[in-house]
């Protein structure tokens, strides 16, 4: 059933009369449910042309303004290219293709002077076809999307100049109309193109989508319409640095606030001229939201960097743990970077063991999302046969949100090492019994010498919770100590030129150093465990 | 008559030395008769991050056996205490800026002999040893570590520079052989 009614044909008449698209025209009309957008651009144009096609006598009893339609054609048979009751400011002009038919062919050439064709062709299986054929070349795996469409800004004021028209054209019936009594454009956009979008790649459209189709209309030819805004309102177009443009849409739809109707009237045509050509595609992009797996991992060897070592572009060190276990997934998830982060980290020459260190790593814009516990287990399998400095174990997916709960590990949990200690002096088994008898014992850190060229100089307290001493000969043992998160356990040992106080050193009383350092667990109980 | 290096020897002989901490990471230069005081030399234990540890070198006056040391001060002059030195931050704004002859402390010892230590190389300072003032035998029993005197961090462009004026390990060790060979010589 046609959606226009008796009442909105002036209004109907006056907008096709002035080059305005048969969507448009329902938008401003009012028209709010869907089912009339989505029929074919040809059908609506007969049927709009039918339900215009009225006695002589209502129109011309009504309304001097515009001619019938039977008159109109008759003129362009003619041959006229100016008819100057056609258009309020003045200016002939009117959106008709050279050889006089409008209704019959299809306007394919008739660009709507307020969509500028995205409710024309753009809205239209065809054009749809096309943006998916992108989508599904571009080679990502998802299972719902959301759509991003971005419109030139000069939209926002031909939608402003056909409102006022509209407005005053119903205000000579007498009818209100406010802003909410029209359809936005992006609306009717939606309406019509999201079912078409969810058949053609045969997936939902869903706000919440981690997978982003973005496709940019511009239109060069009428980039002028919104610069007699900065004149009337210039603090709204204020340069940012970022920006290419100062018209962004944002700013345009404030100045489009702010201005008052006389003014926008003298600046720009209402309704606004037909432009030659339709809106261009600038851009069609697609992109997943990151995806972050986490894990534990071991450190087997001591000449292993956590990250790239690499001074002046030359590497010091062959490969780092980073690499080593996001290597393998950059490539399984076809992403294009990674972003790796751990609770704490350790020193080139410390291993770490027990059940590791979690990580976390966030992947960008993976191609590849989708994957079942077992293909994520063998992941880990393939990670572990790749290298023996390094094992991983609980490699699973997790949320943004989970990444808090690895960070907090790192400034609250303990953590417990063991060290190999070479003492200078002599030692019996009884020199060393004393340590496993001192519980909570603080120690006071000057930043150490060895990080001071990058850290603050501070002092940190810290804690030993705990220490458990083995003895193994007369200059050697072992110790075993559950300390605080940020606790520097070398220092604690050699005494760091006595900057850290006390230190194994001045309980001792003797000169010690520390020959190997290992971290035996990092208490923190995340990521969750998983029954490898 | 230089005091025992803290490299650490061996239980038995069998066992070779352990390399100590400053081995480990630091390069020790020198610079002898600082001021053109004779045998005040200093001992720059550089780290591989560029930051330096002035140290006195054994041979230094203050070393050797039978001097006692009575204070140690950081007032330097009347404005100046090494003491005041604040540092803040990463980039450690406020330091005292030092070049290679500043004065970094005076040591007072009880035959009335009075010894300055100086600098001798140019950057921010870090931090003085305050362990030395309340406990002044320290910088005789372990001037090498916990009897340092002073971290300072030169500027990131100078750090490779620092050392051209200074001594190597090994040329200084000529120095001090050619010194005792002086003294043998004119005795």
Known sequence: MFPLTVENKHVAQLLLSTGTCPRCIFRFCGVDFHAPYKLPYKELLNELQKFLETEKDELISEVPNPPPKKIRLQELEDGIDGMDNLSQNGEGKISIIEDGSIASKNSNLNVCNVCLGILQDFCEKEFIKKVCQKVEASGFEFTNLVLSISFPPQLSVREHAAWLLVKQEMGKQSLSLERNDTVQLKEAYKWITHPLFSEELGVPIDGKSLFEVSVVFAHPETVEDCHFLRAICPDCFKPAKNKQSVFTRMAVMKALNKIKEEDFRKQFPCPPNSPKAVCSVVEIECAHGAVFVAGRYNKYSRNLPQTPWIIDGERKLDSSVEELISDHLLTVFKAESFNFSSSGREDVDVRTLGNGRPFAIELVNPHRVHFTSQEIKELQQKINNSSNKIQVRDLQLVTREAIGHMKEGEEEKTKTYSALIWTNKAIQRKDIEFLDDIKDLKIDQKTPLRVLHRRPLAVRTRIIHSMEAHYVDEHHFRLYLKTQAGTYIKEFVHGDFGRTKPNICSLMDVTADILELDVESVDVDWPPALDD | ?187
Not at chain 2, 16 to 38: E, H
Not at chain 2, 77 to 106: D, Y
Request: with cysteine.
């Open chain 2, 1 to 187: 008559m230089a005091t025992e290096p803290e490299t650490p020897v061996a239980a038995s002989a069998a066992e070779p030395a352990v390399p100590s901490l400053v081995d480990r990471y630091f390069t020790r230069w020198y610079k002898a008769d600082v001021k053109g005081k004779p045998c005040e030399d200093h001992c720059i234990l550089q780290h591989s991050n560029r930051i330096c540890v002035i140290t006195l070198a054994g041979s230094h006056p203050v070393l050797q056996s039978g001097k006692v040391i009575k204070s140690i001060s950081y007032q330097i002059s009347t404005n100046c205490s090494r003491l005041q030195n604040k540092v803040s931050g990463k980039f450690k704004r406020g330091a005292q800026f030092l070049t290679e002859l500043a004065p970094l402390c005076k040591i007072y010892c009880s035959d009335g002999e009075e010894y300055t230590i100086s600098s001798c190389v140019r950057g921010r300072l870090m931090e003085v040893n305050e362990n030395i003032l309340h406990k002044p035998s320290l910088l005789q029993q372990k001037p090498s570590t916990e009897g340092y005197i002073a971290v300072v961090l030169p500027k990131f462009e100078e750090s490779k520079s620092i050392t051209e004026g200074l001594l190597t390990q090994k040329q200084y060790e000529e120095v001090v052989v050619k010194r005792i060979n002086a003294t043998t010589a004119t005795s």
